[in-house]
């Protein structure tokens, strides 16, 4: 079958860039600001200088923990039927966007904080969206004291959803809660490396920085075998390189960087390669995630993941836009289709406008509709026996039909891809339907969506012990 395909590097520059950033790490070094970290490091044979805490990684110590890492493994879900293997075979994978504090309303179309409400919506929408492979809390729980939101944030969506679960935490107490809560869903921490229905995004802060909550709580997650994302965001011209293969070089330099603590810390930790890299905006100054460099910046760096045999997360669904409209839709589409064409096994970024600092469930939902538009182009065209349509061709015969064929009846539902909120109808229905808009058809699907229960809930006993552990973990009742 020929599949759509794209790419942007060539296996001697994929090379050169993993070259490149061993040299990083053996010359110029990571800064990490965490003792434990520092003594793995050390322990290992890197030159260390707890002063300045920068590490020096000598290529030898990467390609050992490059060799160590697991390189297949389930994003399990409460909900097992949902569970995803990595890497993807015929198709990436997709999920949220994550973390932002601030919503579009889809009832008064106002932007406004985020609450805990907004997110368990969320997340029922995300839990009835099929296209949709898994849920990272799109937004903050901002109703609740700012120490205990994202703990809150994860038991919020793992009441709501039965699909895998992406997080983060900022410290190793927080990553240990978490650890504990999925635990429990599960039936103890061994069944949690079994089957972790939790991964975690832990960020590096360009350039070359691993911060003390961050990293320790990254820690602990590959002792528990808890997968996790090492999401690097290097921006082209402000903390990185001002060239795409600079940021994408440096990217790669402190994901690695990572990789190495997380095998130091449990050989055969879990992790998953991301750069989400893009430009400063010469006039704003602001991340431009909806630019053709973050496009071709994040296929590039899926491509590097598999040049050094790691699962990537790469982003998709950019838009500098803030609200859902041409600019969306043109960015969002332009910057999803060459991670998902590259090979990237996760994409993620479904729902982010104003580069993801604001959250849209109506935008969600567009997103996921595009997704599936991409992905029957990715599927390609199958050109077999079966496929070449002679025997129909000639027995249809010139002038003919081919509505009523059998051929036609039997494979249209595979062959052709249908939407949903996109208008295929004549001009006198579309007035007669009221001049429906793709926006207005998208709110209507997220309302009805986030309304509809839990595929698979939670059992109430089950529930109550989860809410008592989290309020005795964090003095919150």
């Not at 949690?192 to 602990?220: D, H, K, M, N, T």
Request: with cysteine; glycine share 10%.
């Amino acid at each position: 079958m020929g599949k759509g395909k794209f790419s942007v590097f060539e296996k001697e520059e994929l090379e050169r860039l993993h070259e490149g950033a061993l040299r990083v790490l053996a010359e110029t070094g990571l800064k990490v600001r965490s003792e434990p970290a520092l003594v793995l490091l050390r322990s290992a044979g890197c030159d260390v200088d707890l002063r300045s805490q920068i590490a020096k990684i000598p290529e030898s110590v990467v390609s050992e923990a490059l060799k160590n890492a697991d390189k297949e493994f389930v994003l399990a879900s409460r909900d097992r039927s949902r569970d995803i293997n990595i890497p993807a075979e015929s198709h990436p994978f997709i999920c949220t966007d994550g973390f932002a504090i601030e919503i579009l309303d889809a009832e008064t179309g106002e932007r406004r904080r985020s609450t805990n409400d907004d997110l368990a919506k969320f997340a029922r929408m995300c839990d009835n969206l099929d296209s949709l492979d898994f849920f990272w809390p799109i937004v903050n729980p901002g109703d609740f004291p700012s120490n205990v939101q994202m703990p809150r944030a994860f038991l919020t969506a793992l009441e709501n959803t039965g699909k895998h679960l992406q997080h983060e935490a900022m410290s190793a107490q927080v990553a240990r809660l978490q650890i504990d809560l999925a635990g429990l869903v599960v039936g103890g921490t061994k069944e949690l490396w079994r089957r972790p229905i939790l991964s975690s995004v832990q960020c590096p802060v360009a350039p070359l920085v691993f911060e003390e909550g961050s990293i320790e709580g990254a820690i602990e997650f590959a002792r528990a075998g808890v997968p996790v994302v090492y999401m690097s965001m290097p921006m082209m011209g402000g903390s990185a390189p001002i060239t795409i293969a600079g940021a994408v070089l440096q990217g790669h330099a402190e994901v690695l960087g990572g990789l190495t603590i997380s095998q130091l810390a449990r050989k055969g930790a879990r992790v998953i390669h991301s750069v989400l890299t893009g430009p400063i905006d010469m006039q704003t100054g602001v991340w431009a995630s909806g630019s053709p460099e973050n496009a071709i910046g994040n296929a590039g760096a899926a491509q590097l993941a598999k040049h050094v045999g790691l699962p990537s997360m790469e982003g998709g669904f950019g838009t500098s836009a803030k609200t859902p409209g041409i600019q969306a839709g043109y960015e969002k589409i332009s910057t999803m289709i060459p991670s998902a064409t590259v090979g990237a096994d996760i994409i993620t970024g479904i729902g982010g406008l104003d580069d993801a600092k604001c959250m849209s469930m109506v935008q969600a939902v567009i997103d996921a509709e595009m997704w599936t538009y991409v992905m029957r182009m990715q599927r390609g065209i199958e050109a077999i026996d079966s496929s070449l349509g002679i025997e129909a061709i000639g027995q249809v015969g010139p002038g003919g039909l081919f509505l009523k064929h059998r051929d036609t009846l039997s494979k249209f539902r595979s062959e052709l891809w249908m939407p949903t909120l996109g208008q295929r109808q004549g001009q006198e229905d579309w007035k007669r339907t009221g001049r429906p808009d793709i926006v207005t058809r998208a709110a209507q699907t997220a309302s009805r969506l986030s309304s509809l229960p839990v595929r698979n809930p939670i059992q109430s006993d089950l529930r109550k012990d989860l809410e008592t552990l989290f309020a005795e973990r964090t003095g919150l009742k």
